[in-house]
Each structure stands twice: as structure tokens, then as C-alpha cells.
């Protein structure tokens, strides 16, 4: 069990960056593989970024590829996901999802996520 907290979302004009946070409780964090997901109103949640509990292998999403960065560090208990080149097609809510197992890339595969913090990009 991990409880997960995001901070870091904003309003954002497009082409701009925002770099958003996912705090993880417990002394156990480095034992989780970690990844963000986003949900645009009206449409499922969908996969952006993974992350293995060393940070040595991370997974993208097609549409984020060479814009957003994932990365963590386990003696804060702390992930991130940097994020460059906003689109407005970018603009959701952002969760946070962490899992006991292998790195993953679909919703069904994490077990704790976070509440959200809101993107919205303007053009």
C-alpha cells in the first residue's frame, strides 16, 4: 500500500513546459514501478508515461515522445513528469498510479493512484 499525492498542475499557454510531482508515502516507494496516466473530459484514461522501480527503464505514449520526461527519485519518494512543449491536446487531468510489480502500460495493471491535478493548455 502507497498513498500518492500530485501537485504541479496549472494553466499553461501552448508551447510552454510544467513539471508535475506525485509524492508517494511509505518507506517502501524504490519497490514500485510508477507511471502517469491522463483523462480528458468525455474520453477513458489513457497511458502517458512508465517507470521501473530503478528508473533505468521508462515507457512512453506515442503522442508524448521527445516532449514530456518521466523520471523519480526514490530517496525523496518522489516521481516526476516533466513536460514540454504543451499542446492543447494535452490538457486533462493527470494522475499519478503506482503498482507491486512489473513495469506496465495499460490502466488495468496499477492499483493505487492519486487524485489528480488538472493541465489545461491554451492556444
Known amino acids: 500500500q502507497v498513498q500518492l499525492e500530485e501537485s504541479g498542475g496549472g494553466l499553461v499557454q501552448a508551447g510552454g513546459s510544467l513539471r508535475l510531482s506525485c509524492a508517494a508515502s511509505?518507506?517502501?516507494?524504490?519497490?514500485?514501478?510508477m507511471g502517469w496516466f491522463r483523462q480528458a473530459p468525455g474520453k477513458e484514461r489513457e497511458f502517458v508515461a512508465a517507470i521501473n522501480r530503478s528508473g533505468e527503464v521508462t515507457y512512453y505514449a506515442d503522442f508524448v515522445k521527445g516532449r514530456f520526461t518521466i523520471s523519480r527519485d526514490n530517496a525523496r519518494n518522489t516521481m516526476y513528469l516533466q513536460m514540454n512543449s504543451l499542446k492543447p491536446q494535452d490538457t486533462a487531468v493527470y494522475y499519478c498510479?503506482?503498482?507491486?510489480?512489473?513495469?506496465?502500460?495499460?490502466?488495468?495493471?496499477?492499483?493505487?493512484w492519486g487524485q489528480g491535478t488538472q493541465v489545461t493548455v491554451s492556444s
Open positions: 498510479a503506482a503498482r507491486y510489480s512489473r513495469i506496465a502500460k495499460t490502466t488495468d495493471d496499477y492499483d493505487n
Open positions: 511509505g518507506r517502501t516507494f524504490r519497490m514500485y514501478t
